[in-house]
């Protein structure tokens, strides 16, 4: 079994729609949690990074994360076509932080 | 203020070879951690340099190595390719500082390395 799991779909939406993207994890030692974006041909970009659980905002994005389920979402307000890519979770343990274990990434594609 | 910078962008070998890629961090950074990313494996950690140091290693063979210069540029080496190296290779760098690890990892647009 993987640490980190997450539904690699593809995702297809409408323009305007709000998307949700989720990932499960099995080590409770991590603590920190972040989203990456990744386009074609290029390398990840950070989007959300959080400590602990909790909630983030940062404009149209919503970050949650819930230690005791073991279960981390994006929330992705009023999605645009600009926002097709694949969205990776990302998590690391108190050590080590630059050791992150990746979910597979989801592709969503935001139809205009 | 400039990004990850990696070269080369594309890479093509011959089982057998060795090669090196070259990252540049963003500016003050100081840590430089290298990633492999494969379809079916996605993104696996390879190893983290600070200040010259290996600081943290992933579970690959000792034919993956790298190395870190006092300008916090990095090199990572393959040696003896085989068909299974063929992947994208991440560089990425973070503010984090010599007892603080917990800051985000900043990523290039990668090396794309194929053997055949």
């Known amino acids: 079994q993987k640490e980190v799991e997450q539904d690699p779909g593809p995702l297809s939406v409408p323009e305007g729609a709000i998307v949700s993207l989720n990932c499960t994890y099995s080590?409770?030692?991590?603590?920190?949690f972040m989203w990456y974006r990744q386009y074609s041909r290029k390398g990840p970009e950070l989007l959300m990074y959080?400590?602990?659980?909790g909630n983030k905002e940062d404009g149209r994005f919503t970050a949650q994360v819930d230690k005791s389920s073991k279960y981390i979402s994006l929330f992705i307000r009023d999605s645009q076509p600009s926002d097709s890519a694949t969205y990776l979770c990302a998590m690391s343990g108190q050590t080590g932080a630059n050791n992150l274990f990746f979910g597979t990434g989801t592709r969503l594609t935001v139809i205009p | 203020k400039a990004g990850v910078t990696q070269t080369p962008r594309y890479l093509i070998k011959t089982r057998g070879q060795q090669v090196t890629l070259s990252c540049s961090p963003i500016?003050?950074?100081?840590?430089v951690s290298w990633y492999q990313q494969t379809p079916g494996q996605g993104l696996q950690f390879l190893f983290e340099?600070?200040?010259?140091?290996?600081?943290n290693k992933g579970n690959f063979p000792g034919r993956f190595s790298g190395r870190q210069f006092s300008n916090s540029r990095s090199e990572m080496n393959v040696s003896t390719l085989e068909l299974g190296d063929s992947a994208l290779y991440l560089c990425?760098?973070?503010?984090?500082?010599?007892?603080?690890?917990?800051?985000?990892?900043?990523f290039g647009n990668g090396t794309r390395l194929t053997v055949t």
């Open positions: 990425a760098s973070s503010p984090t500082t010599r007892d603080n690890y917990n800051s985000p990892l900043h």
């Open positions: 340099y600070f200040s010259e140091t290996q600081r």
């Open positions: 500016s003050g950074h100081r840590s």
């Open positions: 080590n409770s030692a991590f603590q920190y």
């Open positions: 959080t400590y602990s659980s």
